[in-house]
């Protein structure tokens, strides 16, 4: 930064906490909605075959390095630094270390970009050798073009992570936003696996780096400093060097299914991407959201000392995300098939393609706890600035958990490596809560074992409803996936007020409180 910040980092409320969580969320469903929109485009455009095995797969290297760099984790390993220094330092410490750790970090990713794209033929051959040569090269070519994207995603990176330490979000809620919207208009374009290639590039200059810098102006510019001897910098480094040499299921869990499914046959790849990305929106709206909007809160709290709030905060947070991923889980399986039908079956991608989606994705909704729960429980490690404990446990886990993938993806193909993946990911969940509990003294896992299970009561109900109603209305499939999703929702509301605890009916309390207020202002505005 180029000037000082405007204003002192401070926890947010809990109704500005629920305030970004909600415009975080709105972002996600509209990227979500939007990523549907890509995927049935590149549905209908190319279908489930070699080019869309050879499109995911590209994907692959460049994700590594976003992963070797703590790319995707970037506010979590940057936001407690960044909020302790503002703290005790002052706004120019902070501004120091915000420059040095953009300049260096970025250049490195300029130059371990270029290596990988001068060898990232050699390293398709090494990972997907179950594909044909023509599938490869295609990888390969595809790969080039979006490896130069992660730059931007990992620079712009901590220009977001510096703008919501400051309680600035709409950079973060615009970036998939803009990705997903220029990722369509390169499909869109040419019709071809190449131009959502390109569309990736051209999404992540725009809504992880051009938005990004924009909107940081008001907080004084953006300044380089390359200074990997820094002291500042090697804090930085040692906090974010278990998120570079850490696994975890959330990361390898797509890795194992790409190298693993490549073996299985021509489409498995695509189809397991097909429905892993529905899969995803209620995890990236419900857990994602929740725990990037929380992390500078949390963080904050800790650097002042006030662990009891952290741990009430982080026990409601999770309670709440809990009950709504146990009810998205049985909304996902119950209606897996109209779903699918729905979002791609058009063009290239026909009614045998549903039959073949639709199983994996009815298996992935029980997932969807796991990963929520996960999302939100870990930000209790990291807002206390440990880094190594979760990744440590998560490193353990992903490695241990890798004979299961290939034992079950042998005997039963695409759904053995998505049970795998249930498994694992629930499994990893319960012992990151564990591990809290007994490393922090809280959160409390009985209210949230009580949630879970009043949640799950409630979700299992709806489900069956739905699962009943399916198959009514003869007509569009639309229609009957209407009728099923109303029952399906009627059931959980009504279900959950009548099972659920203080903080179930509190949530569905807060639509119509909200209303409430909104209608007793505007007659207040009124009557003045």
């Not at 972002?27 to 455009?45: D, I, K, N, Q």
């Not at 709409?170 to 959502?196: C, D, H, M, S």
């Not at 706890?369 to 996960?374: D, H, I, R, T």
């Given at each position: 930064?180029?000037?000082?910040?405007?204003?002192?980092?401070?926890?947010?409320?809990?109704?500005?906490?629920?305030?970004?969580?909600?415009?975080?969320?709105?972002?996600?469903?509209?990227?979500?909605?939007?990523?549907?929109?890509?995927?049935?485009?590149?549905?209908?455009?190319?279908?489930?075959?070699?080019?869309?095995?050879?499109?995911?797969?590209?994907?692959?290297?460049?994700?590594?390095?976003?992963?070797?760099?703590?790319?995707?984790?970037?506010?979590?390993?940057?936001?407690?630094?960044?909020?302790?220094?503002?703290?005790?330092?002052?706004?120019?410490?902070?501004?120091?270390?915000?420059?040095?750790?953009?300049?260096?970090?970025?250049?490195?990713?300029?130059?371990?970009?270029?290596?990988?794209?001068?060898?990232?033929?050699?390293?398709?051959?090494?990972?997907?050798?179950?594909?044909?040569?023509?599938?490869?090269?295609?990888?390969?070519?595809?790969?080039?073009?979006?490896?130069?994207?992660?730059?931007?995603?990992?620079?712009?990176?901590?220009?977001?992570?510096?703008?919501?330490?400051?309680?600035?979000?709409?950079?973060?809620?615009?970036?998939?936003?803009?990705?997903?919207?220029?990722?369509?208009?390169?499909?869109?374009?040419?019709?071809?696996?190449?131009?959502?290639?390109?569309?990736?590039?051209?999404?992540?200059?725009?809504?992880?780096?051009?938005?990004?810098?924009?909107?940081?102006?008001?907080?004084?510019?953006?300044?380089?400093?390359?200074?990997?001897?820094?002291?500042?910098?090697?804090?930085?480094l040692w906090g974010a060097l278990p998120l570079m040499l850490g696994l975890s299921l959330t990361t390898v869990d797509e890795w194992y299914e790409r190298v693993f499914g490549a073996g299985l046959g021509v489409g498995v790849v695509a189809a397991l991407a097909f429905a892993r990305r529905l899969m995803m929106a209620p995890v990236a709206v419900i857990g994602q959201?929740?725990?990037?909007?929380?992390?500078?809160?949390?963080?904050?709290?800790?650097?002042?000392?006030?662990?009891?709030?952290?741990?009430?905060?982080?026990?409601?947070?999770?309670?709440?995300?809990?009950?709504?991923?146990?009810?998205?889980?049985?909304?996902?399986?119950?209606?897996?098939?109209?779903?699918?039908?729905?979002?791609?079956?058009?063009?290239?991608?026909?009614?045998?393609?549903?039959?073949?989606?639709?199983?994996?994705?009815?298996?992935?909704?029980?997932?969807?706890?796991?990963?929520?729960?996960?999302?939100?429980?870990?930000?209790?490690?990291?807002?206390?600035?440990?880094?190594?404990?979760?990744?440590?446990?998560?490193?353990?886990?992903?490695?241990?958990?890798?004979?299961?993938?290939?034992?079950?993806?042998?005997?039963?193909?695409?759904?053995?490596?998505?049970?795998?993946?249930?498994?694992?990911?629930?499994?990893?969940?319960?012992?990151?809560?564990?591990?809290?509990?007994?490393?922090?003294?809280?959160?409390?896992?009985?209210?949230?074992?009580?949630?879970?299970?009043?949640?799950?009561?409630?979700?299992?109900?709806?489900?069956?409803v739905a699962a009943g109603v399916q198959g009514r209305v003869a007509g569009p499939v639309w229609a009957d996936a209407l009728l099923a999703g109303a029952a399906f929702a009627g059931v959980a509301i009504a279900a959950g007020w009548a099972l659920g605890d203080d903080v179930m009916r509190s949530g569905l309390r807060a639509p119509w409180s909200r209303w409430q207020?909104?209608?007793?202002?505007?007659?207040?505005?009124?009557?003045?």
């Amino acid at each position: 930064m180029n000037g000082k910040p405007s204003g002192q980092a401070a926890p947010l409320s809990g109704r500005r906490l629920g305030a970004a969580a909600l415009l975080l969320a709105a972002s996600v469903m509209a990227s979500r909605l939007l990523g549907f929109v890509r995927e049935m485009v590149l549905a209908a455009r190319v279908g489930v075959g070699a080019s869309t095995d050879a499109y995911y797969a590209a994907f692959q290297i460049p994700d590594l390095l976003n992963y070797l760099l703590a790319g995707g984790a970037l506010a979590i390993a940057f936001t407690p630094l960044y909020l302790r220094t503002l703290q005790s330092e002052g706004e120019g410490a902070a501004e120091s270390l915000f420059r040095t750790v953009l300049g260096t970090l970025g250049a490195l990713a300029c130059v371990l970009t270029a290596a990988l794209w001068v060898y990232a033929d050699r390293l398709v051959d090494l990972q997907f050798a179950g594909f044909d040569a023509a599938t490869r090269a295609e990888t390969v070519r595809l790969t080039r073009i979006v490896l130069p994207s992660q730059v931007f995603f990992i620079a712009g990176g901590i220009v977001r992570a510096v703008l919501m330490a400051h309680g600035r979000f709409a950079a973060q809620a615009a970036a998939p936003i803009l990705y997903n919207g220029a990722i369509i208009a390169g499909g869109l374009l040419t019709g071809t696996v190449e131009g959502f290639a390109w569309g990736a590039l051209v999404g992540a200059v725009l809504g992880n780096w051009v938005y990004p810098v924009y909107d940081a102006r008001k907080l004084g510019g953006v300044g380089f400093r390359l200074a990997p001897l820094d002291p500042r910098f090697r804090v930085y480094l040692w906090g974010a060097l278990p998120l570079m040499l850490g696994l975890s299921l959330t990361t390898v869990d797509e890795w194992y299914e790409r190298v693993f499914g490549a073996g299985l046959g021509v489409g498995v790849v695509a189809a397991l991407a097909f429905a892993r990305r529905l899969m995803m929106a209620p995890v990236a709206v419900i857990g994602q959201a929740v725990a990037t909007a929380a992390l500078p809160s949390l963080a904050s709290l800790h650097a002042s000392g006030r662990s009891g709030e952290l741990d009430e905060r982080l026990l409601s947070t999770l309670r709440m995300t809990l009950a709504l991923a146990m009810v998205a889980a049985a909304g996902v399986a119950v209606l897996a098939t109209p779903l699918v039908e729905i979002v791609y079956q058009r063009g290239a991608f026909g009614a045998a393609d549903t039959l073949r989606v639709a199983p994996l994705l009815a298996l992935m909704g029980w997932a969807v706890p796991g990963w929520v729960v996960q999302q939100v429980a870990v930000r209790g490690f990291f807002a206390r600035g440990e880094m190594w404990r979760p990744m440590g446990l998560g490193t353990l886990l992903a490695l241990a958990s890798l004979p299961l993938y290939m034992a079950l993806g042998e005997r039963q193909g695409a759904e053995g490596l998505v049970v795998a993946g249930v498994i694992a990911i629930n499994i990893n969940a319960l012992l990151t809560l564990a591990w809290a509990r007994l490393r922090f003294g809280g959160p409390d896992l009985g209210p949230l074992l009580s949630t879970g299970l009043r949640s799950g009561v409630a979700a299992g109900l709806a489900a069956l409803v739905a699962a009943g109603v399916q198959g009514r209305v003869a007509g569009p499939v639309w229609a009957d996936a209407l009728l099923a999703g109303a029952a399906f929702a009627g059931v959980a509301i009504a279900a959950g007020w009548a099972l659920g605890d203080d903080v179930m009916r509190s949530g569905l309390r807060a639509p119509w409180s909200r209303w409430q207020g909104r209608k007793s202002e505007g007659g207040a505005h009124d009557e003045a």
